[in-house]
């Protein structure tokens, strides 16, 4: 089992910035990959950004060069860090937990969850 936590969220201007981090327990976290997710109201959750054990990153292209996913397998920690962020960007943000080796890009790929942390950008 893999329990993660989600924090970070919260209330931004458009153009501003936010950092989510995503702690997690219970088992070797360098193993697993480590997505970020989000879900607005009335839409399907979709994909953000993913990273893998060696530091392999994909990102949505709605999200490419604003924001950056990296990981501290240290702290069993993963991080999203958002920069510019615009009104679309708003939705609760979930980070993702899988036994893999390569990125994964669709949520029903990912075992374990977080609870959301909202990110709200207003105009």
């Known amino acids: 089992q893999v329990q993660l936590v989600d924090s970070g969220g919260g209330l931004v201007q458009a153009g501003g910035s936010l950092r989510l981090s995503c702690a997690a327990s219970?088992?070797?976290?360098?193993?697993?990959?480590m997505g970020w997710f989000r879900q607005a109201p009335g839409k399907e959750r979709e994909f953000v950004a993913a990273?893998?054990?060696?530091?392999?990153?994909f990102y949505a292209d709605s999200v490419k060069g604003r924001f950056t996913i990296s990981r501290d397998n240290a702290k069993n920690t993963v991080y999203l860090q958002m920069h510019s962020l615009k009104p679309e960007d708003t939705a609760v943000y979930f980070c993702?937990?899988?036994?893999?080796?390569?990125?994964?890009?669709?949520?029903?790929?990912?075992?374990?969850w977080g609870q959301g942390t909202q990110v709200t950008v207003s105009s």
């Open positions: 993702a937990a899988d036994y893999s080796r390569v990125i994964l890009t669709t949520a029903r790929e990912y075992e374990y």
């Open positions: 990273i893998n054990w060696s530091g392999r990153i």
């Open positions: 219970g088992r070797t976290f360098s193993n697993y990959v």
